[in-house]
């Protein structure tokens, strides 16, 4: 077993006030006192080294009443930005938001990653900058940066591992790129368990278990199990586009098997069985264009789609047994055409147990998943009780703070 | 955000200091006092109170030392008892361990589940008290029962949920009837999920991301995700026996859909398809036997069962990306013959990221990782620090003890 490391002064530090703080709702000393246990004039000491840092503020109603000290304290929602960026194959979504998870900049940008790392990150970085410029902010108002590929990640190091359509990005050091460039922590990770992870956090918060899947020229999928991100062993957790369907498809994949449920059910894989029938499709989004323009071909496609998608998700209920099930990317854009497939699939071959109070539905974020799971991966780690510790710097002897 | 509750007294309490003594060594209090941050004297009152309650011994080295106070300390392994009971449809193994994990006593018996739970636990309390008659101990040496059924068990409530194999089982008390019965905590969990955890802790505790399947009469698997048992919304997780297998299988299952993974490669089925061909074959142990015994039909069908397993497992290492897949239930002692059809299949149609560092082994605890996993499960609860906060109850007035 592993020593453990106790800094006793840290117990229910600064950072332990802030995290009761961020929840929005006001709290005098006295509740904070209750709330953690501590002396009141150990959570006055600690306030004031919040205050200094702006980390929080006295709240409007404290300062209305009039020469006395602030009796309340509110978390400041705006005292720095997470620059938040999701990277697809050739376009990337990039944000500002503030800590309160409220979007104040987005943009969406052509983007093509098989330039290389070097130029695709530049770019993004400038746009972040002509972004934070629109705002009135500069760097040293980020507080960090999350970023989303479209590969597997090596979340530790935020390294690409491998990744097949990223030419140039195996093994890059993203974080230390951008982290030299904005001067902030940066956090990497694949762009799925990104969108799984802003899912969770913002629209179903209190589910355990969830199953983020996204439908789009691939198919990949995030992991949430015990309210945290499953990334598996080597980040590849998720990788469900290269299951073998079970409906004994001859369509060859791209990895090189056949049967694969992305050579299937992707949006590549529709565009290109509705091209062969000579309709023009490029991609995803053509092929829920069609759908909406009232084409049966693709209406029939997408509806087979969320049968195979779901074929491959009974078996992963099963195992999983997860609370939800959230189906994203462009092909979620085709609603209950995609979604009734998948539910007649799992119903039929899932276990009642494992069914009977299982969500299935579409994203809530949609295009915003990325980019809201990457702040939210940030915010985790720059807000976390310990990291705000170091960064107020409680000092034992200060003396404490009037009251 | 929930209001966290502190009591800081706890930050670094008796339990904490139990936890690094559970590592076996002796520890000085100048030690425990560098590894705690504490202050001697508080470490000092703390280990005396855990000496008082016998939870931890002065060392033969300390009391050697002759008159002056024990010098170092260790825990004691055999203060206490764990009972564990890994239940099957008709057999059960019993046993009785100490803190350390080491089986003092064991026993399989027979104890079929359809008798309904008040004869079964009644007979498997009435053996645990023969056990520990055996030992010269008694019902107040057990600090913990631990229990694995085979069906789906809400693990909060220790009941089980609508077991397919345990009539009269669905929603009884086990916790409850046992615990009035021993006068002990009682945990209660699925009997896969114990196996896993057995393995996990006792031969893997490194390992982040492990999956323990079970081929015995049906197929099930306990899921390992962050170090911690994965049980899913419903307690339901790995329920792998019914996923339908991509060989096309037409065979019937009991839960009448067709091709499930348990309808082709279970001990019951291979049992079945040798009776249809003359063979006298009535479960898993048999078809082992026979094996041994150089039947070419039975070794026939456990390579392809292995395959279909191997099938099954390809699909999840995609989704969960595991470190390890162990195989466990009476189908693994056939070894290299089960394993390699797995290992194939896996290694076939799985991604190779996934499978770089993949290990796949049969069980190295055999009959006994379910009452090992039984008891780990007790004594993570019985000896969390908090447990045994509360259990020493320690008197911030009492004396400091001599130093």
Same mark, same amino acid.
């Given at each position: 077993?592993?020593?453990?490391?106790?800094?006793?002064?840290?117990?229910?530090?600064?950072?332990?006030?802030?995290?009761?703080?961020?929840?929005?709702?006001?709290?005098?000393?006295?509740?904070?006192?209750?709330?953690?246990?501590?002396?009141?004039?150990?959570?006055?000491?600690?306030?004031?080294?919040?205050?200094?840092?702006?980390?929080?503020?006295?709240?409007?109603?404290?300062?209305?009443?009039?020469?006395?000290?602030?009796?309340?304290?509110?978390?400041?929602?705006?005292?720095?930005?997470?620059?938040a960026a999701d990277l697809?194959?050739?376009?990337?979504?990039?944000?500002?938001?503030?800590?309160?998870?409220?979007? =104040?900049?987005?943009?969406?940008?052509?983007?093509?990653?098989?330039?290389?790392?070097?130029?695709?990150?530049?770019?993004?970085?400038?746009?972040? *900058?002509?972004?934070?410029?629109?705002?009135?902010?500069?760097?040293?108002?980020? &507080?960090?940066?999350g970023v989303g590929l479209p590969?597997?990640?090596?979340?530790?190091?935020?390294?690409?591992?491998?990744?097949?359509?990223?030419?140039?990005?195996?093994?890059?050091?993203?974080?230390?790129?951008?982290?030299?460039?904005?001067?902030?922590?940066?956090?990497v990770d694949n762009d799925?368990n990104i969108m799984?992870?802003?899912?969770?956090?913002?629209?179903?918060?209190?589910?355990?278990?969830?199953?983020?899947?996204?439908?789009?020229?691939?198919?990949? &999928?995030?992991?949430?199990?015990?309210?945290?991100?499953?990334?598996?062993?080597?980040? +590849?957790? *998720?990788?469900?586009?290269?299951?073998?369907?079970?409906?004994?498809?001859?369509?060859?994949?791209? &990895?090189?098997?056949?049967?694969?449920?992305?050579?299937?059910?992707?949006?590549?894989?529709?565009?290109?069985?509705?091209?062969?029938?000579?309709?023009?499709?490029? *991609?995803?989004?053509?092929?829920?264009? =069609?759908?909406?323009?009232?084409?049966?071909?693709?209406?029939?496609?997408?509806?087979?789609?969320?049968?195979?998608? *779901?074929?491959?998700? +009974?078996?992963?209920?099963?195992?999983?047994?997860?609370?939800?099930?959230?189906?994203?990317?462009?092909?979620?854009?085709?609603?209950?055409?995609?979604?009734?497939?998948?539910?007649?699939?799992?119903?039929?071959?899932? =276990?009642?147990?494992?069914?009977?109070? =299982?969500?299935?539905?579409?994203?809530?974020?949609?295009?915003?998943?990325g980019v809201?799971g990457a702040?939210?991966?940030?915010?985790?780690?720059?807000?976390?009780?310990?990291?705000?510790?170091?960064?107020?710097?409680?000092?034992?002897?200060?003396?404490?703070?009037?009251?």
């Amino acid at each position: 077993m592993a020593a453990m490391s106790h800094e006793p002064q840290t117990a229910a530090g600064a950072g332990a006030l802030l995290a009761i703080l961020r929840d929005g709702r006001a709290r005098t000393r006295a509740e904070l006192a209750q709330l953690t246990g501590l002396a009141r004039s150990t959570v006055s000491q600690r306030l004031d080294a919040l205050v200094q840092g702006r980390w929080v503020v006295p709240t409007d109603d404290a300062i209305s009443s009039g020469g006395r000290p602030a009796a309340a304290f509110v978390f400041n929602e705006s005292v720095r930005v997470v620059l938040a960026a999701d990277l697809g194959a050739t376009h990337a979504r990039l944000a500002v938001l503030d800590l309160g998870m409220t979007v =104040l900049a987005e943009q969406a940008v052509e983007l093509p990653v098989d330039r290389g790392p070097e130029a695709t990150l530049d770019d993004a970085v400038a746009v972040f *900058g002509l972004m934070l410029d629109g705002l009135g902010r500069g760097l040293p108002d980020v &507080c960090g940066v999350g970023v989303g590929l479209p590969g597997p990640v090596d979340h530790a190091t935020g390294r690409p591992a491998n990744p097949p359509i990223m030419p140039g990005w195996d093994g890059f050091p993203v974080r230390e790129w951008i982290g030299h460039r904005v001067g902030a922590p940066v956090l990497v990770d694949n762009d799925v368990n990104i969108m799984a992870l802003g899912e969770h956090r913002t629209v179903r918060p209190d589910t355990d278990h969830l199953i983020l899947i996204k439908i789009g020229t691939g198919i990949g &999928c995030g992991i949430i199990s015990g309210r945290r991100l499953h990334r598996g062993a080597q980040g +590849a957790a *998720g990788d469900v586009g290269h299951i073998q369907v079970v409906s004994a498809s001859e369509a060859v994949c791209r &990895c090189g098997n056949i049967g694969c449920l992305e050579a299937v059910a992707s949006g590549a894989a529709m565009a290109a069985a509705l091209r062969a029938e000579g309709i023009d499709a490029r *991609g995803s989004r053509d092929v829920v264009a =069609l759908l909406r323009a009232g084409d049966t071909r693709a209406a029939r496609l997408i509806r087979q789609a969320g049968r195979e998608v *779901g074929g491959v998700m +009974a078996a992963i209920v099963n195992f999983f047994n997860p609370s939800t099930i959230v189906i994203g990317g462009d092909i979620a854009e085709a609603g209950e055409h995609i979604l009734a497939g998948v539910r007649e699939a799992i119903y039929s071959r899932s =276990l009642p147990l494992a069914t009977q109070h =299982l969500t299935i539905r579409a994203s809530r974020l949609g295009d915003r998943a990325g980019v809201i799971g990457a702040a939210s991966m940030v915010l985790e780690h720059v807000l976390a009780p310990q990291s705000i510790d170091r960064s107020v710097a409680v000092d034992p002897a200060a003396p404490v703070g009037s009251q």
